[in-house]
């Protein structure tokens, strides 16, 4: 345990900076901190990441999580309310509500033992704008406080992308946006992508790539907005999604 205790994230305040034109106040560092304290706490028992190391942590869970919003901190002035579908340990959720304590987040994930372990987190971190949801994105669809009740949608290591407009875009408000975080990206993958999006009421907003400021990994984030209602329809049930194209 003594190893877990003296493992100090590094303040990366100029590359914060540079990057994300942001960096974290003494509050936020702190937040930063102690997540990263109870993840790998957590991980002995739950088998939460393989990323444990300050660096790694830094760059793969809290740099990565925010270089996805961090776009539209300077054209987004109102709270955003947000849902972070399959958050798994709380990523990108928590560092986003630990950033931006003005947005609302909803953390949801089917798997009950992760969630419950999220709710520990919550009061340690002190965060009063998030909350828990255990279900499936198939399923909250049915319940009217979700449905078409989110500006924004932010799916990370979840699907394939035409499943993740799946899952996103029945849950936005109209002008809502949905925001996937990926590996590489191709145009033909961009082509594929597009009549799906299409048919659940969206438009390919734009595409970011990026390079990490540590190990220089090539990342996408894809932005999707919701011009039009969802069909009602979608998403589909359960094991539909990924076995049959839209």
Request: net charge neutral.
């Amino acid at each position: 345990m003594s190893e877990l205790k003296t493992s100090l994230l590094p303040e990366m305040t100029d590359v914060w900076q540079q990057t994300l034109s942001w960096q974290p106040d003494t509050v936020g560092q702190l937040q930063f901190q102690c997540l990263y304290d109870l993840i790998l706490a957590g991980n002995q028992r739950l088998n939460l990441t393989r990323i444990t190391t300050p660096e790694e942590f830094w760059e793969k869970h809290l740099w990565d999580s925010l270089r996805g919003v961090a776009p539209l901190w300077q054209s987004v002035t109102s709270p955003q309310r947000a849902i972070d579908i399959g958050t798994g340990a709380g990523f990108p959720g928590l560092p986003i509500a630990i950033a931006r304590p003005d947005w609302h987040i909803t953390l949801l994930d089917s798997t009950r033992k992760k969630i419950a372990f999220i709710e520990t987190l919550l009061p340690q971190l002190k965060l009063e704008n998030a909350v828990t949801l255990v279900g499936r994105a198939e399923e909250i669809k049915r319940i009217s406080q979700h449905r078409r009740s989110y500006d924004l949608a932010l799916l990370r290591a979840v699907a394939p992308a035409s499943i993740c407009a799946e899952y996103a875009l029945p849950l936005l408000k109209k002008e809502g946006l949905a925001i996937l975080y990926r590996g590489q990206w191709t145009d033909e993958e961009t082509d594929a992508l597009q009549p799906v999006v299409k048919k659940l009421g969206g438009v390919i907003e734009s595409i970011e790539e990026f390079t990490t400021p540590i190990s220089n990994s090539q990342r996408t984030c894809l932005y999707l907005r919701k011009v039009l209602t969802t069909p009602a329809g979608f998403p589909r049930a359960a094991g539909i999604p990924p076995q049959t194209q839209l």
